[in-house]
């Protein structure tokens, strides 16, 4: 992908190139991939069935708006409405599971961030700053806000999933019947190395390499692999 931004290609037609030789069978595991409608403004989960199923939902997932056109008709990326979709990871292990309710033991959830869930200070003064500096200023926040609200979201929802599962003498909230309880495991990186708005190859590259060195760390302060 960083190869063709960084020879300014046309990226519609070399996405398409790109996936077709890379997508090529259907999905061999369970998965979800997170989208936004446009037209009707909803959060869509979507599991692919075949090989141009899955490739219309990559597609789509990372469709940005204002710099990729929305796939036809009118799907885009699923972070403009649900940045950090948990409950699709606990639907679908409750799917892989069979659906049973109650507490399993062994069962994570791991959320790999893009960004961290604090907003480090940014020193201005502010007033002086481009208009553009303020946009992906506040753009980074409001990032951040929605992070905070999933995952923190999340988290408290499985704590309550948690204490109605050991103390089955209480009643339930309705929303909360059937749920599954699994571990929460957040990966993000140490600093933000740039905003949502760079595009530079060389940037996204060290990002990548930092957050598989993250994720490494995460799975070894669990004692997984090796």
Do not use: C
Request: hydrophobic share 45%; net charge negative.
């Amino acid at each position: 992908v960083t190869d063709y931004i960084e020879h300014d290609l046309d990226w519609e037609a070399q996405e398409l190139k790109l996936l077709e030789r890379h997508v090529q069978s259907a999905p061999s595991r369970h998965v979800r991939l997170g989208i936004v409608d446009l037209e009707t403004s909803l959060f869509v989960g979507v599991a692919p069935k075949d090989a141009a199923e899955l490739r219309r939902s990559i597609r789509a997932s990372s469709a940005i708006p204002l710099f990729f056109a929305p796939v036809a008709p009118s799907l885009v990326d699923g972070g403009v409405r649900n940045i950090a979709p948990v409950r699709l990871a606990f639907d679908l292990a409750a799917e892989v599971l069979k659906g049973q309710p109650g507490v399993y033991d062994g069962v994570r959830i791991f959320v790999a961030l893009a960004a961290p869930l604090a907003v480090a200070s940014e020193p201005g003064p502010w007033a002086e700053r481009a208009v553009l500096d303020i946009g992906k200023r506040s753009l980074s926040i409001m990032e951040s806000e929605n992070y905070e609200w999933d995952v923190k979201g999340a988290q408290r929802f499985n704590w309550l999933v948690k204490f109605f599962s050991e103390h089955p003498e209480l009643e339930p909230p309705p929303f909360v019947k059937g749920r599954l309880y699994a571990d929460i495991v957040v990966i993000q990186p140490e600093r933000e190395y740039y905003g949502s708005l760079t595009f530079d190859p060389a940037l996204i590259r060290a990002y990548w390499r930092h957050g598989y060195e993250r994720t490494q760390k995460a799975l070894a302060d669990l004692g997984v692999g090796g």
